[in-house]
């Protein structure tokens, strides 16, 4: 045993990302993909049949409609291993060719560019009309009535804003799509506060950020920073460039004993709306700095109990007492 590749196959599958694009690049190899995505011919697991099902070389064919044996077969040997494989059975999707499906069945969904209609909740600012944009695959939220918590970052008014797939607009209205778009958020910080990407499951590397003079008062942002919060983690992954940057409150969020030590009190840290995970923090959290060597504290007060959480200034828990 030992070494750090999982098999001598493991190795011999891994692709460029230049190669996959070139392997891709292809209509006639598209067409296979999908006609082995609409036959259901694909990699088992967590599929929705609980059966894989092979097709034949034949049946393929026909259904891409190349009728030139060489022409068909070059064309899918250069799909195997790495999006088709080929078994005893006949040739399904692999894993990675049911991941590219899936990823463009996710950014299809509906075609319209915006989320009509108000939405019911009131602005966690503000308490004014929210409305819902989407654009270019992302959900936001602004308010109608002040700036937002976001300053100068994204748009005025934006108190919400998200990478959400297309897909999970549909049957949504704009109230539940904030809903869901607030789960995977905090979901999300879940996966970045034990450094993995979400997105490719790289290692992430993180950091924090401080405004050293920090001037926010309640009813405005800082005036050097922008935002609302003078220490912010930024985590990045340097393998697919995934990357976010969120106040370190609510990174603290993550964290299991943060996580647990909220549900004590009835709040749940992933099924919350921000309006009510802004109130939590205002009301129970205090940010503290030290530095020499840079430390951050997030408190957590909940009379009689208090939580403490301790970071580095790369962004990991070196304390945390409860
Ligand atoms: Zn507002
Ligand atoms: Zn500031
Ligand atoms: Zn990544």
Redesign the pocket.
Known sequence: MGGTELSPEFELERLSPDEAFAILGNDTRLDILRSLWEAGAHHEYDDIEATATTISFSELQQAVGIRDNGQFNYHLSQLIPSFVRHTDEGYRLSGAGKEVFRTLIAISGEQNSSVPDDLESPCPVCGGTLTAVYEDQWLRVMCTDCDGNFGDATPDGTVFNTPFPAAGLTDRTPDEAFLTGNYRCMLDMTYLMRKICRECASPLTSSVSI?E????TRDRS?T????DF?VWGDLRCDTCRYAKRLPVELCAMGLTPVITFLHEQDIDVLSSSFRELGEVIAVQFQTAVTSDPLRVTVTINNEPDELTVTFDDKLSVVESTC
Do not use: Q
């Open positions: 405004c003079d920090h001037d926010a800082c050097i920073c922008v935002t003078p």
